[in-house]
């Protein structure tokens, strides 16, 4: 399974960005997919996970700002961001897991693949 997250930029505070992460290999529909960031000289942070039934968690942090979503069809998820603040800056990564869902989608080790991450930079 390969993950590849797209659609990070550079926006001013109060701004939005979309966040896409693109699936291949395997049975997407049957994974539940993660969002985590990491801001430079900080420990990676979930912010919200999919199940492969659908339900969302989000982290409390992006809680009524960010909003994801699957697309099994097309093997994708993504993550719309509004009222970005400049404490949102980080890395993003996107994770799937393709057993189970045991433990904690919370956790970094529920997962069993990472993609490569996607910058936000979020201006003051």
């Known amino acids: 399974v390969q993950l590849q997250a797209s659609g990070g930029g550079f926006v001013q505070a109060g701004g939005s960005l979309r966040l896409s992460c693109a699936a291949s290999g395997g049975s997407f529909s049957t994974y539940a997919v993660g969002w985590w960031r990491q801001a430079p000289g900080k420990e990676r942070e979930f912010v919200s996970v999919?199940?492969?039934?659908?339900?969302?968690y989000y982290g409390n942090s992006v809680k009524d700002r960010f909003t994801m979503s699957r697309d099994n069809g097309k093997s994708t998820v993504s993550l719309q961001m509004n009222s970005l603040k400049p404490e949102d800056t980080a890395i993003y990564f996107c994770?799937?897991?393709?057993?189970?869902?045991?433990?904690?989608?919370?956790?970094?080790?529920?997962?069993?693949?990472w993609g490569q991450g996607t910058q936000v930079t979020v201006s003051s």
């Open positions: 994770a799937a897991r393709n057993r189970a869902w045991t433990g904690s989608g919370y956790e970094a080790g529920f997962y069993d693949y």
């Open positions: 999919v199940s492969r039934s659908g339900y969302i």
